[in-house]
């Protein structure tokens, strides 16, 4: 092996390493974003809970203010 093969071996290790390095960054970006996405969905998730209880209570208390009319 001489030192063409040498600096060209060196070369392309240091490039995977490079490249493992910035897809680590980029993996590490969307996890990030994965659970931002997540708990927005879960917020989301809650207020739609809320706002179908709401519903349903509204809906009761037309019902009882309809027979308090009649």
Do not use: C, P, Y
């Not at 490249?19 to 996405?37: C, F, K, N, P, Y």
């Not at 708990?39 to 809650?46: E, G, Q, V």
Request: aromatic share 4%.
């Amino acid at each position: 092996m001489n030192t063409k093969d040498t600096i060209w071996i060196i070369g392309v290790i240091l490039a995977l390493g490079v490249t493992w390095g910035m897809t680590s960054q980029r993996i590490s970006a969307m996890e990030h974003d994965v659970d931002r996405l997540e708990n927005a969905l879960i917020t989301f998730t809650k207020m739609e809970t809320r706002l179908a209880v709401i519903e349903t209570e509204v809906k009761n208390m037309n019902k009882k203010l309809d027979k308090i009319r009649k």
